[in-house]
């Protein structure tokens, strides 16, 4: 028989997320079951529940996940029963035209919003996020949407590396390719912000400007690394120019995800910098700028998906980084929490306080 086990689901439309009991599928040939160790309150879950995104419903919520492989279908070859792995929300296919031209993290069969795979409720067949709901005690997933970690690797930063620590990282070194020297700017303080203010100091940043609404990420954004702290408002790009020589930053880093803080980041960057959208808004938040401002300003404004990564070779990567102490994630988790205690993590995460809930298994 298959297990039983409990999952976080969303049953409609601005419905409060509950715990439910759910119950697995068998095992299919390449595919992997998982026992969940620990996951992160991400920003784009609470995205799935606010209105911000229209997922299809029932859902099962997260994808930002750690745990031990319990059970591999026939032909699996990548990990075995007891292999700690991060979970993948965006595995390529290695085959399309973008994973066949060094673009993975643009994989055209990737970036499923929410998917069923044979997990029901009730006896009826549940959606889970990014084909993961990894807010369970289980998942079972295509031997591709896990990466082996160390089994030293604390789960709680396994967790964080999957979505959070990839994307910010990878903004910064894979997408605008920050060098040494440079001035940064980076708006919005939850985990992935963080991520960015950690990786642009270690690329050697000489100034890293750390931007929120709320006055209380101070303290978060210097313990990542931040040599600047500047609370969001209407003089922002005044604000930015008293500390980057007049000029305005080389770089902007705008982790929110909003038309505002779109054109707040256009403005903060100097003539011919880089504007880098990390955050992922909504599909009617229209961000306005002029022709002339467009040409005249020379900025570039791009997008960075999926941390411009590979997440097979460097979620690796940055868990040996973890275990160096190179790169260090304790700041970010703020609270460890319990399934039921999500939807109240996302009331803070609203609120704009804390970095990462990471719900504890
Ligand atoms: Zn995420
Ligand atoms: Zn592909």
């Not at 976080?8 to 992997?32: F, I, W, Y």
């Not at 040494?180 to 642009?200: E, F, P």
């Not at 709320?214 to 210097?222: I, R, T, V």
Request: glycine content about 10%.
């Amino acid at each position: 028989m298959t297990p039983y086990m409990q999952g976080l689901v969303v049953r409609d439309k601005g419905a409060t997320p509950t715990v439910e009991e759910l119950r697995l599928p068998e095992v299919g040939p390449g595919q992997v079951r998982v026992r969940i160790k620990a996951a992160g309150v991400c920003h784009s879950d609470l995205s799935m529940v606010n209105g911000t995104l229209s997922p299809p419903h029932p859902l099962v919520l997260g994808h930002e996940a750690a745990g031990e492989v319990v059970e591999a279908g026939a032909g699996v070859t990548r990990v075995r029963a007891g292999t700690h792995v991060a979970l993948n929300w965006a595995p390529p296919c290695r085959a399309c035209w973008f994973c066949t031209h060094d673009e993975p993290w643009l994989c055209a069969a990737a970036n499923v919003a929410a998917l069923e795979n044979g997990i029901t409720l009730d006896g009826s067949p549940v959606h889970v996020t990014l084909g993961l709901g990894a807010f369970a005690e289980q998942v079972v997933v295509p031997e591709k949407a896990v990466i082996a970690v160390p089994d030293e690797l604390a789960w709680e930063s396994a967790a964080l590396l999957g979505c959070a620590v990839l994307t910010g990282t990878g903004a910064v070194r894979n997408t605008a390719r920050v060098a040494a020297g440079s001035s940064v700017v980076v708006i919005g303080l939850g985990g992935v912000g963080l991520s960015v203010v950690s990786a642009a100091r270690a690329a050697g940043a000489a100034a890293v400007i750390a931007v929120d609404v709320s006055a209380a990420k101070k303290a978060l954004a210097e313990a990542a690394g931040a040599t600047d702290f500047v609370v969001s408002s209407e003089n922002l790009s005044k604000d930015v120019r008293a500390l980057t020589s007049r000029l305005g930053a080389d770089h902007t880093f705008e982790c929110v995800g909003r038309a505002a803080t779109i054109r707040a980041a256009w403005r903060t960057t100097r003539r011919g910098g880089q504007v880098t959208v990390v955050g992922m808004g909504g599909a009617d938040d229209m961000v306005e700028l002029s022709a002339l401002d467009i040409f005249n300003s020379a900025r570039t404004l791009r997008a960075s998906v999926y941390g411009s990564s590979d997440p097979d070779r460097e979620v690796p990567e940055l868990a040996q980084d973890v275990m160096s102490g190179a790169l260090n994630l304790d700041h970010l988790i703020t609270d460890r929490i319990t399934l039921a205690d999500v939807p109240a993590a996302f009331d803070r995460m609203s609120r704009g306080e804390g970095a990462r809930s990471v719900v504890i298994f």
